[in-house]
Every structure is written in structure tokens, then in C-alpha cells.
């Protein structure tokens, strides 16, 4: 038994590869809900009643849409993201790195609200708030510790909102989510590595070392308030619970079983998607000119470890992770220029969710900075298009493998002690329509 869980941690570790490189707020985490917040570098959303997108962000804000609304929008996501540095192995060293290996993607959302009289009003929300994948090929010479993954969530939001009275609105909602991933890990080429834990077996390079995959439904809720000071300034707070999925699937590699490379199995891993909070002001300075900003908290420091479960062998907690709670601070400017555009800009600054004793390949984190505009134009009397850009530098971080926890030494025993570097950008292009009614 004891053998066995060592395999399973092993299996695990090496799989695990790259969790949240492509996100672009911390951990796995996602910001890109619309394209209108987009804009502005998601500074002072809690506070911002935009159009019917508002609500994912704090339910309260329904309160302060008229009628019935609908946004529809999509953002384009091109991560650019290198890692490049040096195994080594007993008595030799080779260079390890990947280019480029974060996949591009398209982030949809769906949002509609109705204004029910002065003191409801109820909401539909669909989109994401947590999502990656990412692949460095299987010629990863440190694809000992991973070279694939993805984890998506994808939410759909019922909310209600009630306006006490002038100065304050509250809202909740619950949250029905679905998430899925999977996680690889295959011998690097720099194979034929006797492998102690695998019964002194010669693994081949590109063989799977471990696969595992699954997905799963669970539940979650939201709540918000927003206080109304006056006319020009709004202040918001909002808060979106854990939510724990058991992605359910199943599990293949050399590294679960005593060198068997055919070993399947069925089984979990438990994941958390942790709280977030966010407290945003708003402030019309002038007729046309407008400030805005944010402080955002995301419970990282809940992710301790990560557990899998098999169903016919032994189940352990597999990896260390350690994380931090993260923070982020947005500050952003609205303009009008006439009644039919409006401009926008934002800067943001996120922290990175681990500490640099805990960054690893397995997840490259570090702190980013993001760069936006955006504008609005009013095509109609009804209808409203968006558009938003950004640009997300994230600093230079050093990475070494093992950190010295048993998953990681174990998978070093695989091949070799890995040092170097993580480089990377993201671009964000978004666009969004929204229609009143």
C-alpha cells in the first residue's frame, strides 16, 4: 500500500504541469467577463453598471439597469508564455524549455436582466470565471513534471436583486458550475531512466508516465451590495463563495502501477475553485469624466494540496501547492466625448498567488500588470457596441524543481533536477453588444 500511494503522488506531481499559466489573473483564475470591463482593466466593477454584464460581477447592480437588457460578447485570449532553463541528471545537464506553449482561446458570455418594478429587479449570467490549457510536447526535457493540462469552469448565474431604498441595493445569486480538465505527464527524451519507484523498469521516452481526466457539477452562490452616497458616487461590495468539484474520470500511465504500462483505473480529483471578494468605487468627477477602482481578494491560501482518488488502488494526497492569497488593485477612467462615444482606460496590478520558494513549473506564477482601453458607441437608441484591449506583462520569475516536498522529489527521481526562468505576455481583444429593450 505504501508503494502504491508513492505511485500515485508521483503520477499526480508529474502531471500537473503548467495549472494557470494561461489564466490572467492569479492561480487558474479568469477577469475576462466582458468586454465593456475589459476596457478599463476591470477597475471599479463592483461599482459599475454598465449594461446587463454588471451582475457577474455584483448582483446588487441590477437594481441600476433599466428595463429588460441583453449583452452578448466574446473575448479573444493569445497568451504568450516561454519557460527555459536547465535539468539535471546524476552526472549530466541538458536544456529544458518550451516556447510559446500556452493555447490561445475564445471566452464567450451571455448576460440578461429585467427590471421588474422600483425594487426588483432579477438576472441570467453565463460565462467563466476560471479557465486554462497547455501544452509543451511531449520533447519537454522536463516533461518528468508535466506537459499538458486544462481546467475550465463554465457558470451559468440566476440572480435577484432588491433596492431597499435610495441609497442601498442588494443582490444574490446562485451559481450552477461544470468544470472539467486533465492533467499528462510522459518519460522526457532523455529517457530509458531506471525509475526506482517503478520497479527498476527501463521507461521508454514519450511514454505516459500519467494521464488523468474528468469533470463534474457543482454548486455555489454570490451576494453584493451597492450604496448609493449621491448622484455621482457609488460605492460596491461583492462576494462569490468555494466551490468544490470531484472531477470524476479516469486515470492511465506506467507511474500508477508496478511498471505496467496498460494500467487504467477509474477515479477523482478534487479541485476548489476558491471565495473572491471585491470592493469598488465609482466617482463622476465631471459631466463627462468619471473614475473608478478596485480591490480584489481571492482566497488562494485555501489550496493547500492536491488529492486524487482512485477507485480500485490506494488514494493519498499527491502534491504540495502552498498558494497565497492573491490581491488585486485596478484603477481605471471613463470619458465621454460625445452622447454616441465613450472612451475608457484602465491599469491593474495583480500579486502572485504563490510565494517564490513555491513557484514551480507546475504553475510559473507571478505577478502581472495590465494595460487598457476600450470605448463604447452608441449605434441606436437601443443598442450599444463595446470593444476593449489589453495588454498583460508578467514579471520574470525563477522556478527550481524540487522545492524539497516528497511528490516533487519523487518526481525528480524521474529525470533530473530542473532550474530556470518563466517569461511571458498575454493580449486581450473583446467586443460586445448590448441591446435594451
Request: charged residues 20%; negative net charge; contains cysteine.
Amino acid at each position: 500500500m505504501k508503494t502504491n500511494k508513492s505511485l500515485l503522488s508521483l503520477a499526480v506531481a508529474c502531471g500537473l504541469m503548467s495549472v494557470a499559466t494561461t489564466a490572467n489573473a492569479a492561480g487558474f483564475q479568469l477577469a475576462e467577463y466582458s468586454a465593456t470591463g475589459l476596457g478599463r482593466a476591470y477597475a471599479g466593477e463592483a461599482a459599475m453598471a454598465d449594461n446587463a454584464s454588471s451582475q457577474w460581477r455584483n448582483p446588487a447592480l441590477l437594481m441600476q439597469l433599466e428595463g429588460t437588457q441583453v449583452s452578448v460578447g466574446a473575448i479573444y485570449v493569445n497568451p504568450n508564455l516561454d519557460v527555459n532553463g536547465e535539468v539535471t541528471h546524476k552526472t549530466k545537464s541538458i536544456e529544458a524549455g518550451s516556447e510559446d506553449f500556452a493555447n490561445d482561446a475564445v471566452i464567450p458570455n451571455f448576460y440578461l436582466s429585467h427590471r421588474y418594478n422600483e425594487q426588483f429587479a432579477i438576472g441570467l449570467a453565463l460565462g467563466t470565471n476560471y479557465g486554462m490549457e497547455t501544452n509543451l510536447g511531449s520533447d519537454f526535457d522536463a516533461s518528468h513534471f508535466g506537459n499538458e493540462a486544462m481546467i475550465k469552469s463554465m457558470e451559468a448565474n440566476l440572480n435577484l436583486a432588491y433596492k431597499l431604498n435610495e441609497q442601498f441595493s442588494f443582490g444574490g445569486g446562485l451559481r450552477l458550475v461544470h468544470g472539467e480538465g486533465h492533467f499528462g505527464a510522459v518519460a522526457p527524451e532523455h529517457g530509458g531512466i531506471k525509475i526506482p519507484v517503478i520497479n527498476h523498469e527501463i521507461v521508454a521516452p514519450h511514454d505516459t508516465l500519467k494521464y488523468m481526466e474528468g469533470d463534474d457539477y457543482s454548486w455555489g452562490w454570490q451576494v453584493g451590495t451597492v450604496w448609493q452616497l449621491n448622484d455621482a458616487n457609488r460605492i460596491g461590495f461583492t462576494y462569490k463563495s468555494k466551490v468544490e468539484l470531484e472531477l470524476e474520470g479516469h486515470a492511465e500511465g506506467a507511474a500508477f502501477v508496478l511498471g505496467d504500462r496498460d494500467f487504467k483505473d477509474t477515479g477523482s480529483m478534487m479541485i476548489e475553485l476558491p471565495a473572491t471578494a471585491e470592493i469598488a468605487s465609482y466617482h463622476q468627477l465631471t459631466n463627462s469624466f468619471a473614475m473608478h477602482a478596485s480591490i480584489n481578494w481571492t482566497d488562494w491560501s485555501s489550496f493547500e494540496r492536491l488529492t486524487a482518488n482512485l477507485d480500485n488502488n490506494p488514494s493519498s494526497t499527491v502534491k504540495d501547492e502552498h498558494w497565497e492569497d492573491n490581491y488585486r488593485f485596478a484603477l481605471g477612467a471613463t470619458y465621454q466625448v460625445d452622447p454616441k462615444l465613450t472612451l475608457r482606460t484602465g491599469v491593474a496590478y495583480d500579486t502572485s498567488a504563490v510565494s517564490d520558494k513555491n513557484r514551480t513549473i507546475t504553475i510559473p506564477e507571478t505577478d502581472r500588470t495590465w494595460l487598457s482601453l476600450g470605448a463604447s458607441y452608441v449605434a441606436t437608441k437601443q443598442l450599444t457596441l463595446d470593444a476593449g484591449f489589453t495588454y498583460i506583462m508578467a514579471k520574470d520569475a525563477d522556478i527550481k524543481e524540487s522545492r524539497g516536498y516528497e511528490a516533487d522529489d519523487k518526481a525528480q527521481l524521474v529525470g533530473g533536477e530542473f532550474v530556470g526562468q518563466t517569461t511571458g505576455h498575454v493580449w486581450l481583444v473583446g467586443i460586445q453588444a448590448n441591446y435594451t429593450f
